[in-house]
Every structure is written in C-alpha cells, then in structure tokens.
C-alpha cells in the first residue's frame, strides 16, 4: 500500500509560479514512477509529468515542457512539480499517483496508476 498526500496548490496570476509536493508513505518505492496528472472542468484527466524513482528519467506532456520541472527527494520520499510561466489553462485540480514501470509509455497511461493522491487544486487567473 502506498498512500499520497498532495500539498501546494492555490490560486496564483498568469505568469505566475507554484511548486506542489507529494510525499509518499511505502516502504520502498525503488521500481516505481511517481507522476503528476491533472483534471480540469469538462475535460479528462491528463497527465504532465513523471519521474522514475531511480535513476534520472523524466517525462512531461507537450504542453508544460520548458514550463514545469519534476523532482524528488528520496529521503523524504517526496516528488515535487515546480511549475513556472502558468497560464489559466493550466487552472486544474493536480494529482500524484504512482504505479510500477521503467518507460515513458507506462508513464503517460492514466489507467494503469494503482495509488492515488486526493488531489490539490491550483487556479491561475488571467
């Protein structure tokens, strides 16, 4: 079992910056991609980045590449998303989950994640 708890959200203006954090309580996490998806109103769940817990792999979606910057700190067993230049369309509620898996394939495939956070929201105003 591996329970997230998200913190960080908020609202913010265009341009803005905000870094959201999800510790994670596991005994171990080596194997495991840690990711951020998002949802906003009306639309599906997307996912915007992901991290592999070992090794330096990183993954974004398109449209926040350049923008957001994922992290972790290992002995904190927390994952972090630091997010710059925000635009309102990025205004969703922001969710950590985890799931075994090595490739960015695996990373981006929003059915497959077997833990997930509750969720924080992050509003940016034009």
């Known amino acids: 079992q591996v329970q997230l708890v998200e913190s960080g959200g908020g609202l913010v203006q265009a341009g803005g910056s905000l870094r959201l954090a999800c510790a994670a309580s596991?005994?171990?996490?080596?194997?495991?991609?840690m990711s951020w998806f998002r949802h906003a109103p009306v639309q599906e769940r997307e996912f915007v980045a992901a991290i592999r817990w070992s090794g330096r792999s990183t993954y974004y979606a398109e449209s926040v590449k350049g923008r957001f910057t994922i992290s972790r700190d290992n002995a904190e067993n927390t994952v972090y998303l630091q997010m710059y230049s925000l635009k309102p369309e990025d205004t969703a509620v922001y969710y950590c989950?985890?799931?075994?898996?090595?490739?960015?394939?695996?990373?981006?495939?929003?059915?497959?994640?077997?833990?997930w956070g509750q969720g924080t929201q992050v509003t940016v105003s034009s």
């Open positions: 596991a005994r171990t996490l080596s194997g495991y991609i």
């Open positions: 989950a985890v799931r075994i898996g090595y490739t960015a394939a695996q990373a981006m495939d929003v059915a497959t994640y077997d833990y």
